[in-house]
């Protein structure tokens, strides 16, 4: 018997213009975590929609248990017993919790091939108390939250028993608690001989769960080693093909006057009494816990949703914003949390995602000036190392940093005044975030406004002159970039203002002594 769950030897597949994965190989052990790293573009993404039989490798060989195999379809790898959790959340919307789970393979009243909902909706109670996920099986997926969602996903792939389970950025819209939830699931797994392939770009949570590390880069297989000999340093040169000595290069800000004012906005159910400025050349970050209204507020500013009360003031001037047309007219950027379900149009290309919002200054006498368009859209995809073979590439086919990318190379052509970045690096591995960071620090410089929403600590403290936290649809605290540390963040996120007073008295009495 082998002790690897699962081997591939020489894999190679080719897609039009572009060579994704060049003679690889990846070995699994049973029972182990095996991480997957590499940048946006590696080919982790096309390597597991192999393993799972959703493509066909040009050549090479997998095998599965010690068996050598060849899936044509998903159901062929679910029956062998792989499983996996996408990054892109795809629910039925209208269906309910349990339907989503065990989509056709409900249980039924004998021959009759009726659905026996009462047995469906006690197998997944089962199933979520078993992994101490806390919620209704009744409920319908529309009605939950990204992070609920990304829960139903990870209790859907572990429902099929499976002897292996991919989970690609499983971590990505989920709170600190559920991720520690979800790696108590994992270590469970493993007990019970489970292999898991896992993808993230997060460097913190890898060196917690991993054991063994593979790289990719570039389509090409470039090594494996135990995640406990792997140097944090060493695995991003080896992914990025150099050294990032620094993520965070913030230059001096030059911060002018105020761009963007809100006062007193409120939208019902949400949030309320909000009141912030952001000035020309500063760069805000809004942090808190998934639920304490950021984006929502971000939404209700570029007119995605009704404000119920509040003012907004762009240079001194009050605008009445009702649609997000309202909002780009008066210079605002928006790039939105969900890039697929918000942001892009998938079955577009390239060069047309990134003109939608500014078509008009490429049509002259009703004519497009497609050459403008070609010049303006290619500046962009070399400035942001956009992976694509083309500029017609659908974008649909692009990794998900790249199709991040093309959402800010948008907005670039744009050029707005005042630009909201919601969560703009999920999913985006570390050489894709420096490059990201640079971007907006050269906005910064360049007297843009620049209000950002993260979930990422490290990404809050390196990137921010200011810090709004939220918590429960308020703001909690507002912190400068000299006063903000992570204890102080999360006690206005979970709602402990009085300790950090307290906190800052402390520090204050201190300086005297």
């Known amino acids: 018997m082998s002790d690897y769950i699962l081997e591939l030897k020489n894999v190679t597949k080719e897609f039009p213009g572009v060579k994704a994965l060049d003679n690889v190989q990846l070995k699994v052990r049973k029972g182990s975590v095996h991480a997957l790293m590499g940048e946006n573009g590696a080919g982790k993404s096309t390597l597991m929609k192999i393993i799972i039989g959703m493509y066909t490798p040009d050549t090479g060989e997998i095998f599965f248990d010690g068996e050598k195999i060849k899936f044509n379809n998903i159901n062929d790898s679910l029956d062998k017993g792989i499983s996996m959790i996408h990054q892109e959340l795809s629910p039925i919307p209208e269906m309910t919790i349990a339907e989503n789970i065990f989509l056709g393979r409900e249980p039924t009243y004998g021959k009759s091939g009726l659905v026996n909902n009462r047995e469906l909706y006690q197998m997944t109670r089962d199933l979520l108390k078993s992994l101490e996920i806390n919620l209704d099986p009744k409920t319908k997926m529309i009605d939950l939250s990204i992070a609920n969602t990304q829960m139903v996903e990870i209790a859907k792939a572990i429902s099929f028993d499976s002897k292996l389970v991919i989970m690609d950025e499983p971590t990505s819209a989920i709170t600190e608690k559920e991720v520690a939830q979800l790696f108590k699931m994992i270590r469970s797994l493993k007990e019970k ?33 135990r995640a406990a000999d792997m140097e944090k340093d060493r695995l991003i040169k080896m992914m990025v093909g150099r050294e990032l000595n620094q993520v965070f290069n913030k230059p001096d800000s030059k911060i002018g006057e105020v761009a963007l004012s809100v006062k007193n906005l409120r939208h019902e159910g949400s949030f309320k009494d909000v009141n912030f400025q952001v000035r020309k050349g500063e760069i805000v970050c809004f942090a808190g816990l998934m639920g304490a209204g950021r984006t929502e507020v971000m939404e209700t500013i570029f007119g995605v949703k009704s404000a119920h009360e509040g003012e907004v003031y762009v240079h001194g001037k009050q605008v009445n914003i009702k649609s997000p047309q309202d909002a780009i007219k008066n210079n605002l950027g928006f790039l939105t949390e969900d890039r697929k379900l918000t942001g892009l149009f998938l079955p577009l290309s390239v060069r047309e995602n990134m003109i939608t919002v500014n078509i ?3 049509i002259s006498m009703g004519l497009l000036n497609y050459k403008k368009v070609k010049s303006d859209c290619q500046t962009q ?27 800010l190379a948008r907005w670039l052509l744009k050029n707005p005044d005042i630009l909201f970045l919601d969560e703009p690096t999920r999913g985006i591995d570390v050489g894709a975030k420096s490059e990201f960071y640079n971007i907006i620090f050269e906005l910064a410089s360049q007297g843009k406004a620049i209000v950002v929403v993260s979930s990422e600590m490290a990404e809050i403290l390196g990137l921010c002159d200011r810090v709004i936290v939220m918590h429960e649809g308020k703001i909690t605290g507002e912190l400068s970039r000299e006063e903000a540390n992570q204890e102080k963040i999360m006690q206005y996120a979970t709602g402990q203002a009085e300790n950090v007073e307290k906190s800052n008295e402390i520090s204050d009495a201190e300086k005297i002594v």
Do not use: C, W
């Open 193 to 225: 001989g489970v292999g898991i392939i896992y993808i993230t770009h997060k460097m913190s949570e890898l060196y917690e769960i991993a054991d063994d590390i593979s790289v990719f880069r570039d389509g090409q297989y470039i090594g494996t080693d």
């Open 381 to 407: 995809k070399e400035s942001l190392r956009i992976k694509t073979p083309n500029i017609d590439q659908i974008v649909e086919n692009l990794s998900g940093g790249n199709q991040q990318k093309v959402l």
């Open 360 to 362: 008009d200054q490429y």
